[in-house]
């Protein structure tokens, strides 16, 4: 079994910056993509950039040039930098990465908040 933990959420003001970071733990798994999503009241969960196991990455384009994804391979962490952050960036943020157990299958953390004031 693999869980993935998130911590770094919080409050901040606009123009302010966080960090997120997500470690997946367990035994005897690979990973390949990980990512970030986001959940807003009343709206659809969305990707917010990804990265594979080689380090391509991919962000939606509201969070291009703000937004940082980065992973650590050898411990299983995915990070996201947050920079110049907005009101509209305010949702859950979900970590999640493709992993193989015996079959590959997508695992998600249990979402960290993050509230952006104006």
């Known amino acids: 079994q693999v869980q993935l933990v998130e911590s770094g959420g919080g409050l901040v003001q606009a123009g302010g910056s966080l960090r997120l970071s997500c470690a997946a733990s367990?035994?005897?798994?690979?990973?390949?993509?990980m990512g970030w999503y986001r959940q807003a009241p009343g709206n659809q969960r969305e990707l917010v950039a990804i990265?594979?196991?080689?380090?391509?990455?991919n962000y939606r384009d509201s969070v291009k040039g703000r937004f940082t994804i980065s992973r650590d391979n050898a411990k299983n962490t995915v990070y996201l930098q947050m920079d110049s952050l907005k009101p509209d960036d305010t949702a859950v943020y979900y970590c999640?990465?493709?992993?193989?157990?015996?079959?590959?299958?997508?695992?998600w953390g249990q979402g960290t908040q993050v509230t952006v004031s104006s």
């Open positions: 999640y990465a493709n992993i193989l157990i015996r079959i590959w299958n997508d695992y």
């Open positions: 367990g035994s005897k798994f690979s990973i390949n993509a």
């Open positions: 990265i594979t196991s080689g380090g391509s990455t």
